[in-house]
């Protein structure tokens, strides 16, 4: 089962986030369009736990790992947000997401943490701007769900591992958003 959240980001207050180290981890971000989305990709997380659980996130103890991934007691989950988009997802098993906004920024530079095979995919694909973004949010969900070491995208195939891809409508833009599984089921967040 995994399930993935996705919506337009809204300002939020981080006095709304019930878990200290998260909150306290905000406060200390200095980027203001940094600091608001990862607010309300908190936010998102606890509303999906309680949607899809009907439990409340803090009752499964919420912490950073040593790797500084976030997990919890008895689900995985995964985070990502991107000027104006957030994704969640949530799964019995490890789980990877991705969201970025297309075009996504800086790619021309980007393209070359791509492989060879990925490359020559790119360079044929009649929308550069989507072959990109699908390559590499697949690639931010694949090292996502691994949980390890640090994000190394010219050693991670965009083909390693089964994924879902497409593109969503986020307040009249296009994001890609990759999942890492089969079969996951989509709900966007509105509330």
């Known amino acids: 089962m995994t399930k993935v959240y996705f919506g337009k980001i809204r300002e939020e207050s981080e006095e709304k986030i019930k878990n200290a180290q998260r909150r306290s981890e905000i406060e200390k971000f200095a980027c203001r369009e940094g600091k608001i989305e990862r607010i309300f990709v908190w936010l998102m ?3 999906a736990v309680k949607d ?4 409340e996130l803090e009752s499964l103890n919420p912490r950073k790992n040593e790797n500084g991934k976030w997990e919890c007691d008895k689900i995985y989950f995964s985070l990502s947000h991107s000027h104006g ?3 969640v997802a949530l799964s019995d098993g490890p789980v990877g997401v991705d969201i970025e906004k297309m075009p996504v920024r800086n790619a021309e530079k980007l393209v070359r943490a791509l492989t060879k095979s990925e490359r020559i995919y790119f360079e044929n694909a009649e929308n550069k701007d989507l072959a990109f973004a ?7 969900c694949i090292y996502k769900k691994s949980g390890t070491g640090a994000f ?6 965009a083909n390693g591992e089964e994924t879902q891809t497409g593109t969503v409508n986020i307040d ?3 994001f890609c958003l990759s999942v890492t599984g089969k079969n996951a089921e989509y709900k966007e967040v509105t509330v």
């Open 52 to 55: 899809t659980f009907g439990v």
């Open 172 to 174: 009249n833009s296009a």
């Open 45 to 47: 997380l606890e509303y």
């Open 152 to 157: 190394s995208p010219e050693h991670i195939s």
């Open 85 to 87: 988009g957030a994704a």
């Open 134 to 140: 699908s390559l590499w949010t697949k690639k931010e």
